[in-house]
């Protein structure tokens, strides 16, 4: 798609993040607090990403999974604003989903995501929430 259907499908907080690589601020996102079941997928082309069993709580004001689906993600390096963290993007149609990091839940036992030590800090406005059943 071109710039213009971008603009055309996307909100333009959603064209700003997904297309600009762009931020929401912290704790303003729908999914921050968002417990229900369901399949995370890309706001941008409707991509299977997240399953909400990989969704745990970091407190950081953004969702967390401590994985993606198997393909579903590419990982960047990205050395922007003065700082090295990997940036996490759609493998379908390249949008910009945020950073992981490896500070995520390490125990599985604890209810918290897989266990797998990985904290994908994804943007809400970048997601939508296909629940159990619809």
């Known amino acids: 798609m071109t710039d213009e259907d971008w603009k055309q499908k996307l909100t333009p907080e959603q064209y700003r993040v997904l297309r600009e690589r762009g931020t929401e601020p912290a704790f303003t996102g729908k999914y921050v607090n968002e417990h229900g079941k369901g399949m995370f997928v890309c706001a941008g082309c409707g991509s299977q990403l997240f399953s ?39 493998a379908k149609c390249g949008g910009h989903l945020g950073h992981v990091f490896d500070d995520g839940p ?29």
């Open 106 to 134: 390490a125990d599985p036992s604890t209810g918290s995501g897989q266990g797998t030590g990985k904290r994908f800090c994804i943007n809400s406005c970048a997601l939508d929430l296909k629940k159990e059943g619809e």
């Open 52 to 90: 909400s069993e990989a969704k745990f709580d970091s407190g950081t004001g953004w969702p967390s999974f401590d994985q993606a689906l198997p393909g579903s993600v590419v990982l960047v390096p990205d050395d922007s604003h003065g700082m090295t963290r990997v940036e996490v993007t759609c």
